[in-house]
């Protein structure tokens, strides 16, 4: 089995942007209203579907719901279906997503609790 693997830093892959946030890494201000979210949350999905990975981390990710939106997109733009999962059960910080495509059924979920804040993960693949 040959798996594609992507990571993906998103930087502020949210729907609802904490207000406190201000600019991007490049020093850009970010535009702080929900359609502007949706369309940063659009152009990930986009660039994901493109590379088609078997499994995609993506980094710096607010919430479950911003993990499904970009799953949605993805299959509604290219028709590939994933199954998502989350780093956390909070909403507002970064955390990390996981898209998985559906054709792998059989993995774990393993928490990586010594990592700092509890915000990463990793998965097992059983064959």
């Not at 479950?64 to 999962?85: C, F, L, P, Q, S």
């Not at 956390?88 to 990390?96: I, P």
Request: proline share 2%; aromatic share 12%.
């Amino acid at each position: 089995m040959i798996l594609r693997v992507l990571t993906y830093n998103t930087e502020w892959g949210f729907i609802n942007l904490p207000t406190d946030i201000k600019y991007d890494a490049g020093g850009h201000i970010i535009p702080h209203s929900k359609e502007a979210q949706l369309t940063h949350l659009r152009l990930i999905a986009k660039n994901i579907g493109l590379a088609n990975p078997s499994i995609c981390f993506m980094e710096e990710m607010g919430s479950i719901d911003a993990v499904n939106y970009i799953r949605d997109e993805i299959n509604d733009i290219y028709g590939i279906k994933y199954t998502t999962e989350y780093s956390s059960t909070e909403t507002g910080f970064q955390g990390v997503g996981i898209l998985i495509q559906n054709w792998i059924t059989d993995y774990n979920i393993i928490e990586l609790l010594d990592f700092g804040y509890h915000r990463a993960f990793g998965i097992r693949i059983n064959k």
